[in-house]
Nanobody, 128 residues
Framework: QVHLVESGGGLVQAGGSLRLSCTTSGRTLENYAMGWFRQAPGKERECVAAVAWRRERTYYAASVKGRFTISSDNDEKTMYLQMNTLKPEDSAVYYC?????????????????????WGQGTQVTVSS
């Protein structure tokens, strides 16, 4: 069991940066495929970044590639989403997700149904 808690959201001007954290108080995360999702008002939840278990492969949505980076602490208790050059369209609630179901090595997941653990979300607002 993992309990995921996001933090680090807030209000930032366009062009600025934020680093989101996803911390677990349960098991460490190295055997979990992980993802960061976001949901803006009136829109579906979308995956912006994902990483396979053992961190062998990563995925970034086209809209954030080159600006966002997913990473983890050495102790695999915290996942991060570094967000640079933020744009107003990045404004959303950001969610951390974890998958404990059996996963082939090197496979990342981008669908909401692919994950069985979710954090409560953290709001990111980018002003123009």
């Amino acid at each position: 069991q993992v309990h995921l808690v996001e933090s680090g959201g807030g209000l930032v001007q366009a062009g600025g940066s934020l680093r989101l954290s996803c911390t677990t108080s349960g098991r460490t995360l190295e055997n979990y495929a992980m993802g960061w999702f976001r949901q803006a008002p009136g829109k579906e939840r979308e995956c912006v970044a994902a990483v396979a278990w053992r961190r062998e492969r990563t995925y970034y949505a086209a809209s954030v590639k080159g600006r966002f980076t997913i990473s983890s602490d050495n102790d695999e208790k915290t996942m991060y989403l570094q967000m640079n050059t933020l744009k107003p369209e990045d404004s959303a609630v950001y969610y951390c997700a974890g998958r404990s179901w059996l996963s082939p090595r090197g496979v990342y997941y981008t669908g909401t149904k692919d994950y069985n653990y979710w954090g409560q979300g953290t709001q990111v607002t980018v002003s123009s």
